[in-house]
């Protein structure tokens, strides 16, 4: 099972994410209600740190194609998109900006899983979310099981170390913010304990 940690804000957040091997490192970039939001010029220089073999990852909420454009500049390997786009214009996002895609879907009840098959053909990843955004709300994490293990599973919404055992039944990729802060900062040392746990888990 692998790890993405998003919504990181500092230098130190991202080198200890890449130190103690996190898979992906999320930006949350064009959502501004979040606290985890950041600008572009600190993207920028966040997304410039030496990363090993961690995935930087862009997220975006009902993006425009001019926003799009705008961060396509940044050095990020995935666009993780929020919103309702048709096959062709998220193969048009992947060509023209030779970005991979990770298609965030937002689960209120078990049907909401299947509309990965609107772009199990086009996204690298599909991610199962809460629909509360930035809020971290849990939901029945089991519901992704009517979904095909052909399909690379991320899962999101209030994951927190505990899970973590049973999830690997479930999912390819845990995508984890809230249960790694401390009054809505990211906390080094739970980044830390948190993807020891993930090594364990996995040796």
């Known amino acids: 099972m692998q790890a993405k940690i998003c919504g990181l804000k500092t230098t130190q957040q991202v080198e200890a994410c890449i130190e103690y091997g996190a898979n992906f490192c999320g930006f949350i970039l064009n959502?501004?209600?979040?606290?985890?939001?950041?600008?572009?010029?600190?993207?920028?220089?966040?997304?410039?740190?030496?990363?090993?073999n961690t995935a930087?990852?862009?997220?975006?909420?009902?993006?425009?194609?001019?926003?799009?454009?705008?961060?396509?500049?940044?050095?990020?390997?995935?666009?993780?998109?929020?919103?309702?786009?048709?096959?062709?214009?998220?193969?048009?996002?992947?060509t023209k900006y030779n970005k991979k895609i990770i298609m965030a879907l937002q689960i209120k009840e078990e049907q909401d899983v299947l509309k990965y098959k609107?772009?199990?053909?086009?996204?690298?990843?599909?991610?199962?979310?809460?629909?509360?955004?930035?809020?971290?709300?849990?939901?029945?994490?089991?519901?992704?099981?009517?979904?095909?293990?052909?399909?690379?599973?991320?899962?999101?919404g209030n994951i927190n170390m505990d899970m973590l055992e049973s999830l690997k039944e479930i999912t390819d990729i845990v995508d984890v913010s809230g249960a790694l802060e401390t009054n809505k900062v990211k906390d080094i040392i739970k980044i830390k304990n948190f993807l020891k746990k993930i090594k364990q888990i996995n040796d």
């Open 56 to 94: 930087y990852v862009g997220v975006l909420v009902s993006p425009t194609m001019d926003e799009i454009k705008k961060f396509s500049n940044l050095n990020l390997d995935y666009f993780q998109i929020y919103g309702n786009y048709t096959n062709e214009q998220i193969q048009l996002i992947r």
């Open 118 to 156: 609107n772009y199990e053909n086009i996204a690298d990843i599909i991610l199962f979310d809460s629909s509360g955004l930035h809020q971290s709300l849990s939901w029945n994490y089991n519901w992704i099981k009517i979904a095909p293990f052909s399909i690379t599973k991320m899962l999101a």
């Open 31 to 52: 959502y501004k209600k979040s606290h985890r939001h950041i600008e572009y010029k600190t993207a920028d220089q966040l997304t410039k740190i030496y990363k090993k």
